[in-house]
């Protein structure tokens, strides 16, 4: 009796075994498989990214135009489908192509000329200083400017009444800007290089173009 419990142990203890070293060989393929993907995925964006980089060099007004449609059609889905709940089957696709429209006609053009003009047209012998005055620049020139135009051009395309939309829309989108995007744009202005400044304003502006979807379609 006593060696036929031992024999019985032991072979519990091999099959406890045997399913421990399973478990730890599927834990282990499991991290490759991940490790692997992942480093495809890096290998991915790094030449996206290089690829951008180079469109970004060779046809800057193109690439910027093209990056900001897709962006602005990304911040009306975002709006549509998460915010409104539309649904798939109910989503409005001519109102995306209006955001793409925009987003890709008007301001990736309008933008890049304009963080031009900033950057050559407004420099002082204080850093901070320059800075500062792009920032201020940016939001009582463009910042205004573009919500007009934007609501404007939304209500035209819509075929309602621009007037309408500006009284109802325009002071509440604009308080809602300088609540967001003057430290955007000190952050951007400093740090990052004029040829990225309107692509880091569409990454943020994913977020801000979803908001403005949903503000237009209710104004």
């Given at each position: 009796?006593?060696?036929?419990?031992?024999?019985?142990?032991?072979?519990?203890?091999?099959?406890?075994?045997?399913?421990?070293?399973?478990?730890?060989?599927?834990?282990?393929?499991?991290?490759?498989?991940?490790?692997?993907?992942?480093?495809?995925?890096?290998?991915?964006?790094?030449?996206?990214?290089?690829?951008?980089?180079?469109?970004?060099?060779?046809r800057?007004?193109?690439?910027?135009?093209?990056?900001?449609?897709?962006?602005?059609?990304t911040?009306?889905?975002?709006?549509?489908?998460?915010?409104?709940?539309?649904?798939s089957?109910?989503?409005?696709?001519?109102?995306?192509?209006?955001?793409?429209?925009?987003?890709?006609?008007?301001?990736?053009?309008?933008?890049?000329?304009?963080?031009?003009?900033?950057?050559?047209?407004?420099?002082?012998?204080?850093?901070?200083?320059?800075?500062?005055?792009?920032?201020?620049?940016?939001?009582?020139?463009?910042?205004?400017?573009?919500?007009?135009?934007?609501l404007?051009?939304?209500?035209?395309?819509?075929?309602?009444?621009?007037?309408?939309?500006?009284?109802?829309?325009?002071?509440?989108?604009?308080?809602?800007?300088?609540?967001?995007?003057?430290?955007?744009?000190?952050?951007?202005?400093?740090?990052?290089?004029?040829?990225?400044?309107?692509?880091?304003?569409?990454?943020?502006?994913?977020?801000?173009?979803?908001?403005?979807?949903y503000?237009?379609?209710?104004?």
């Amino acid at each position: 009796m006593a060696s036929r419990s031992q024999a019985a142990r032991a072979k519990k203890r091999r099959n406890c075994v045997h399913v421990f070293n399973d478990c730890i060989l599927d834990v282990t393929v499991d991290i490759l498989v991940f490790f692997i993907f992942l480093i495809a995925c890096l290998e991915l964006i790094y030449k996206m990214l290089r690829w951008y980089q180079a469109r970004l060099k060779s046809r800057p007004l193109l690439t910027q135009s093209i990056t900001t449609a897709v962006l602005f059609a990304t911040g009306d889905v975002l709006a549509q489908q998460f915010v409104e709940n539309v649904g798939s089957d109910k989503h409005n696709i001519a109102r995306t192509g209006r955001m793409a429209l925009y987003g890709g006609a008007v301001f990736g053009p309008a933008a890049t000329m304009w963080y031009k003009v900033l950057q050559s047209r407004i420099n002082f012998q204080s850093k901070t200083g320059t800075i500062i005055a792009r920032v201020l620049a940016d939001q009582t020139i463009f910042a205004s400017t573009n919500l007009f135009v934007f609501l404007s051009t939304m209500a035209v395309l819509e075929g309602s009444d621009p007037r309408a939309k500006l009284k109802s829309t325009y002071a509440e989108a604009l308080k809602k800007n300088w609540m967001v995007w003057p430290g955007v744009q000190f952050v951007n202005f400093r740090y990052v290089p004029l040829e990225h400044r309107v692509m880091v304003v569409n990454v943020v502006s994913i977020g801000w173009n979803c908001y403005l979807s949903y503000l237009n379609s209710k104004g």
